[in-house]
């Protein structure tokens, strides 16, 4: 649903506690109510104001509901019964220049707080509209605020990309009196901090250099992050041809890979190429759309994407030519495909292109037939969890899927009938595939342990019935999942696993001991080889012929594209 606030662009959301109404702060300095119960409605808008609303707080306690705006120089409460402003508060200006309240929050017991465009975080008293205290803890502009559950601690974040977190402590020990204290959390951003969640005891943030860091602040404290990578689905690969499909905004491109001399029994370090890999197609997105999902064939013969208007499917056919430099490519859309379909947020082909399996928009689960545009749709329960994992068998007959409740089912292709259901596990699944050696399924899960399960059998298998629940949580680093599960050829016994910053091989004809001391990491060095030379890996797999094609995306790019951050004076530099 789309309404009009009917007063100019909106720069700021707030919603009551019922979370049944949204309060919007606009450019034209009005604050507009909207009911989200059933359906997005305008109720009305309040009286307007001078300057934009940049920030809003909704208070609800005792049946009396206020809200608060941040503007320029000034914050007010108003009545959501009347619409009117109730009492302002002012703040001052700096060198001349108006103070823009960038973001606002309030407590329970009416303690507002707001950030601003002087790097000053204010503590107000809301009943009396005046001020508690006054910390000029930021070197400028103070852009977020949160606060933990028990409102006893506050965080705030700015362009000087520093955290500062405020404490609710006593003020002596003959009264009950409390004041608010200040002190730094950590600095590790580079550039603005824009966002700021609290959950548990972990404090996350996230800004304008991508990264996001999680803060833990209860028992051990330590600041872990989080790469800014996608986590799945931008890169493909055509393992019987050798091409790589890559994934941006608005366009595919798919290229085929270099080949290397053949090394020599004792050779290492790099080979020299024998042919240089070479760009086959660019595909544009339509107008005004971004790519959400895409996907090629292992044979090579048919890719596909989908972006906000629906899915597109091509046939490709490479030609090469003797007497020409480049081959000869041939790119046919598939016109089979229903123009009513609605955009897939997963896709996979089958290895011959024969049949295509998506996750619509909607949360239903379709199967293509590319040859005769029959489409059938996949009895599943969509309403209850959505699929975020999608994988087909390398037979081409059966695909698999990962729903957020944790549970993995197995379907047939052609049938679309459910073949079995893994046991549910605690932990969220990260990654799914089917091994080529045997009708297994290996799922990797968010605890950084890997199960095998056997399709024929229903079952998990013998090995994974005896060291799957041995794997320790930190054998690999915290918050790095595994994204991706590839197997190399020839080898049965060998499952190959990557996360975002490491690479490591399974070797499951060795047994994983039961360990003296629980989460110890170094006893998976007993079935597992680990490489960490490679920093944001996107993707890892295995082409036919036993290449690996890792796809690498450099911290230093990301940087490169960044704004110049906010200056400050160091000591001992210039």
């Not at 909207?34 to 359906?39: A, G, P, Q, R, Y």
């Not at 041939?330 to 123009?339: K, N």
Request: hydrophobic content about 40%.
């Amino acid at each position: 649903a789309s309404v009009s606030s009917n007063a100019g662009p909106i720069w700021c959301l707030a919603k009551n506690s019922k979370g049944d109404k949204v309060a919007a702060g606009t450019e034209d300095g009005c604050v507009v109510l909207f009911d989200v119960s059933e359906d997005l409605q305008f109720l009305r808008g309040f009286a307007k104001q001078e300057g934009r609303i940049l920030s809003l707080a909704w208070f609800d306690q005792d049946g009396e509901s206020i809200i608060i705006s941040g503007s320029i120089n000034i914050i007010r409460q108003w009545s959501v019964k009347s619409g009117q402003p109730i009492s302002r508060m002012t703040l001052g200006k700096r060198f001349e220049q108006d103070t823009i309240v960038w973001c606002v929050t309030v407590t329970r017991d009416f303690t507002i707080i707001s950030g601003d465009s002087r790097g000053i975080v204010t503590f107000w008293n809301g009943k009396e509209a005046t001020q508690l205290k006054t910390f000029h803890c930021h070197k400028a502009d103070v852009l977020s605020l949160c606060k933990s559950e028990d409102e006893r601690e506050v965080f705030s974040g700015g362009v000087d990309a520093a955290l500062v977190q405020f404490s609710l402590c006593s003020a002596d020990h003959m009264t009950e009196r409390k004041r608010w204290v200040h002190q730094p959390l950590h600095w590790r951003h580079t550039h603005d901090i824009r966002a700021l969640a609290y959950h548990g005891g972990y404090l996350v943030s996230g800004g304008v250099d991508t990264n996001l860091f999680v803060a833990k602040l209860r028992g051990m404290k330590r600041v872990l992050n989080v790469a800014p990578v996608p986590k799945h689905g931008l890169i493909s690969i055509a393992r019987d041809k050798n091409f790589v499909q890559l994934q941006y905004n608005t366009h595919i491109e798919v290229w085929r890979l270099g080949a290397a001399s053949t090394p020599a029994s004792e050779e290492c370090g790099m080979l020299p190429l024998t042919q240089k890999h070479l760009k086959l197609v660019l595909l544009k997105a339509r107008p005004d759309c971004e790519i959400i999902c895409s996907n090629i064939s292992a044979s090579g013969t048919v890719l596909g994407f989908s972006d906000s208007r629906g899915i597109r499917v091509f046939s490709l056919a490479v030609e090469d030519n003797e007497s020409c430099v480049s081959p000869r490519v041939t790119l046919q859309r598939v016109i089979t495909m229903s123009p009513h379909m609605l955009p897939a947020h997963l896709m996979a082909f089958t290895p011959t292109g024969s049949h295509l399996v998506a996750v619509l928009t909607s949360g239903d689960l379709v199967v293509a037939n590319l040859a005769t545009g029959e489409t059938n749709q996949v009895e599943h329960r969509r309403t209850d969890a959505p699929i975020h994992r999608l994988c087909v068998s390398p037979d081409g007959e059966k695909f698999a899927t990962a729903s957020l409740d944790h549970s993995v089912r197995v379907y047939r292709v052609v049938t679309c009938e459910c073949l079995c259901s893994c046991p549910v596990l605690q932990s969220q699944v990260s990654a799914v595939a089917f091994s080529p050696h045997s009708p297994t399924l290996v799922i990797a899960y968010s605890n950084h342990s890997i199960y095998e399960f056997d399709i024929d059998e229903k079952e998990f298998t013998p090995w994974s019935r005896e060291n799957s629940s041995r794997f320790p949580s930190n054998w690999m680093k915290p918050l790095r999942h595994i994204i991706g599960i590839s197997f190399i050829p020839g080898a049965a016994s060998k499952i190959v696993v990557h996360t975002d910053s490491s690479f490591s091989v399974v070797d499951k004809s060795k047994e994983l001991n039961q360990p003296e001391k629980k989460n110890t990491p170094h006893r998976m060095e007993q079935i597992a080889r680990n490489c960490f030379k490679y920093k944001y890996l996107l993707f890892a797999d295995f082409t036919s012929d036993g290449m690996l094609v890792a796809v690498e995306r450099p911290p230093s790019q990301l940087e490169d594209n960044l704004p110049p951050s906010f200056k400050q004076k160091k000591f001992g530099v210039s």
